[in-house]
C-alpha cells in the first residue's frame, strides 16, 4: 500500500470506510484528499450502490462513484458472514478513524458498532451517518437527500416565488453533511493528540440540511413565517443575481451604494437612476425592486455581455458569465487551476477526476490514486494489514467472504 504522501497534514492516519452512496464517502474521501490512507469496504458483487449510478466508466465504476471516491483503495468483503466481519473488526483495529452509515442499529448486528470497536481500540475515532438523530423517536428512520431537502425548508427557499418548491441540483444534504462529518472526525484527530481517547462522532442529514438553511433559516424564525423566494435574485440586495444580456446570461453582484452608483452612471449610463431618492440605499432597492428591475432589465438586454462586462469590471463591480456545466470543466480558468485530472484506467483508457480544492503551501494535494475498480486492493490490503497469505485469501475469495 504506497499512496500515501508524508508531505500532507493526514499522512499515517488510516480510515475505515463502512459507508456508502455520498455522505459518508464524502466524508472519507476528503480525509483522504488531506492524506489519509482510505480503505473502503465493498460487497464483493454488487459494490457501492453508485457503482450503478451515473455514466458507465469502466465495468464496475460510474461518474457519480468517481466523484466520491478518488484517494481510496476497494477492499470486498461481504459482512453477511462470520468471517467477514471479523475481517472487518480487525481493520478497524488497525484504524484510527471508522465511517459507518449502516441503517440504524446494523452496525451493532455486524459486531462492528462504535461501543463493541473501543473495547479493543479506546483510542478508535468512530463516525456515525445516518437520516435523523440517533436519539430520537425518528432513529430507524433511512435518510435520504431529497426527503431532507424537502423536511429542512431547503426545497422551499429555492426556486421563483411563482413556482413550486424545487430541489438543489446536486445532493446538496449529502454534500454538507460529509463535510461536516470531515469536520468533527479532524476535531476528534486533533483532541486525541492531546488525550489519547477516541470519540463517537454522530451526525445527521436532518441537522445538516437545517444549517444550509443559514440566513434563510434565521429570517424566517424572525418573520414567523416563510421568507419570500427570489429564484437567481438576492432576498436582500438589488441589484444583485441574474440578468439576461442581449447575447446571454451574466451575473451581476452591487454590493453597495457606491457600487450601485458607478454602476448606473459608468455601465448602464442611466445617472437619473442614480439620483432617484427610491434607490440610494440598498434598503430603499429592495423596497422598490418592482420598479427598478425593470429598468434594468431593460438596459442591461440592450447591451452585449462582453461590453458589460468590461464595464463592470473597470467599475470594480463583482460579475461573470454564466456558463454551462461542460463550458466552466473545459474552462481555462478550470484547466489552469489543475481541477480536472485525468487518469490512466485499465479498461475505459482514461477517466476524468475532479481534483482536491484545497491548496496547501501552495500546492493542490494530488489526486494519489483515481477511484479504485471493485474489489482491486483486496489481496493487497488483506495480506499487508492482516498478514493474510495468498492461500488464506484464494480460499476465502472462493467461499465468498471476499
Known amino acids: 500500500m504506497s499512496n500515501q504522501n508524508s508531505s500532507l497534514p493526514l499522512a499515517g492516519v488510516r480510515v475505515l470506510d463502512l459507508s456508502r452512496v455520498l455522505a459518508g464517502p464524502w466524508c472519507a474521501m476528503v480525509l483522504g484528499d488531506l492524506g489519509a490512507e482510505v480503505i473502503k469496504v465493498e460487497h464483493p458483487q454488487r459494490g457501492d450502490d453508485t457503482r450503478d449510478w451515473g455514466l458507465r466508466v469502466g465495468p464496475t465504476a460510474t461518474s457519480y462513484f468517481n466523484s466520491a471516491n478518488r484517494n481510496k483503495h476497494s477492499v470486498t468483503i461481504d459482512l453477511q458472514t462470520a468471517e467477514g466481519q471479523q475481517i472487518a473488526r480487525d481493520l478497524a483495529r488497525q484504524s484510527d478513524v471508522v465511517i459507518q452509515n449502516f441503517k440504524f442499529g446494523g452496525a451493532e448486528k455486524l459486531g462492528l458498532g462504535y461501543e463493541q470497536l473501543k473495547q479493543d481500540h479506546p483510542g478508535l475515532i468512530y463516525c456515525s451517518i445516518s437520516g435523523y438523530d440517533r436519539a430520537g423517536p425518528e432513529a430507524a428512520r433511512p435518510g435520504y437527500d431529497l426527503v431532507v431537502q424537502g423536511e429542512a425548508g431547503l426545497m422551499a427557499l429555492n426556486g421563483e416565488a411563482t413556482q413550486p418548491p424545487l430541489k438543489f441540483g446536486v445532493a446538496a444534504v ?7 462529518s470531515a ?220
Open 174 to 180: 449529502d454534500l454538507f453533511t460529509g463535510m461536516y
Open 183 to 402: 469536520q468533527g472526525v479532524l476535531a476528534a484527530l486533533y483532541e486525541r493528540q492531546q488525550t489519547g481517547k477516541g470519540r463517537h462522532i454522530e451526525m445527521a442529514l436532518f441537522d445538516c440540511g437545517l444549517m444550509i438553511t443559514s440566513y434563510y433559516g434565521l429570517e424566517a424564525l424572525i418573520r414567523g413565517e416563510d421568507s419570500l423566494r427570489y429564484g437567481n435574485a438576492h432576498p436582500s440586495i438589488v441589484p444583485y443575481g441574474v440578468f439576461n444580456a442581449e447575447d446571454g446570461p451574466l451575473v451581476i453582484t452591487v454590493g453597495n451604494n457606491r457600487q450601485f452608483e458607478r454602476f448606473c452612471r459608468e455601465v448602464i449610463e442611466r445617472p437619473d437612476l442614480a439620483d432617484d431618492d427610491r434607490f440610494r440605499t440598498n434598503l430603499g432597492r429592495a423596497e422598490n425592486r418592482a420598479v427598478l428591475v425593470p429598468e434594468l432589465d431593460r438596459e442591461i438586454g440592450r447591451r452585449q455581455r462582453r461590453v458589460l462586462i468590461e464595464r463592470l469590471t473597470e467599475a470594480g463591480i463583482p460579475c461573470g458569465e454564466v456558463l454551462g456545466l461542460h463550458e466552466a470543466l473545459t474552462s481555462r480558468r478550470a484547466i489552469d487551476a489543475g481541477l480536472v485530472t485525468t487518469h490512466v484506467h485499465p479498461e475505459a483508457g482514461s477517466a476524468q477526476v475532479l481534483a482536491p480544492p484545497y491548496r496547501i503551501d501552495g500546492s493542490r494535494p494530488p489526486v494519489r490514486r483515481a477511484p479504485p475498480q471493485l474489489g482491486e486492493d483486496t489481496r493487497d490490503v488483506l495480506h499487508s494489514l492482516l498478514g493474510l497469505s495468498d492461500e488464506q485469501i484464494s480460499r476465502l475469495k472462493v467461499e465468498g467472504v471476499v
